[in-house]
């Protein structure tokens, strides 16, 4: 969706290192939420913002929603080979439904 | 629970042959999503049913496409005819009563129209 960038496109990092991926909306947002989907399978919700600041924490996984900037930040750290996947986020900019990110494709190098 | 089903996991056709898609969604869930991911568009919602109702189909491509819940554990999606530009993955996911967009996706449908 073109209401939702996604940046970066794809990404490489070394195992270990900390990575972030940005997901920018041109609408307000009235709700963000990270998924995960690996090669072949469906998607896997992994986190829900909705208030502006509002910060969330899974394992090694961290997302923050930055309300006035309509964007939110997906950070790993000390990433690992099970990161790897696609993070799509979706965002709540036309009522009752979401609308996805391109996502962002990640690979972990051993 | 053995989360949303989808059946079959891959489907190769022949253009111009009829598709049906089916999905059996997470019991006790209130909406049901058809989603179509390909790399050029990314996912893309077709429709969504609340209570076994269509609610907006706007996202159908077109009138080749059709969406059906005669009940609560059961959607299909029909194309007809298929065409390869239809080729695609094609995601049924389920959300619960109350739980905002946490949607629960099934595994996906591999489409391949040749």
């Known amino acids: 969706s073109q209401e939702l960038e996604q940046s970066p496109q794809s990404l490489i990092v070394q195992e270990g290192k900390n990575l972030t991926i940005n997901c920018t909306s041109s609408k307000t947002l009235y709700g963000l939420y990270w998924y995960k989907q690996k090669y072949g399978e469906g998607l896997i919700f992994l986190m829900m913002l909705q208030k502006g600041g509002e910060e969330k924490s899974h394992e090694k996984i961290t997302a923050k929603l930055d309300e006035k900037k309509q964007q939110s930040s997906l950070h790993i750290t000390a990433s690992q080979p099970s990161h790897a996947g696609i993070y799509l986020c979706g965002a709540d900019i036309r009522g009752n439904k979401l609308v996805f990110g391109a996502g962002t494709i990640l690979r972990v190098k051993s | 629970d053995a989360g949303v089903i989808q059946s079959p996991r891959h489907e190769v056709t022949e253009m111009g042959q009829e598709v049906t898609l089916r999905c059996k969604p997470i019991s006790g869930h209130d909406y049901l999503f058809w989603y179509r991911q390909t790399m050029m568009r990314g996912l893309e919602l077709l429709i969504y049913f609340n209570n076994n109702v269509p609610i907006d189909d706007s996202g159908m491509p077109e009138d080749r496409f059709s969406a059906k819940m005669p009940n609560a554990s059961f959607s299909t999606l029909k194309i007809q005819p298929s065409e390869p530009r239809d080729s695609a993955v094609y995601f049924c996911?389920?959300?619960?009563?109350?739980?905002?967009?946490?949607?629960?996706f099934g595994p996906g449908t591999r489409l391949t129209v040749t």
């Open positions: 996911a389920s959300r619960p009563p109350g739980r905002s967009y946490e949607q629960y």
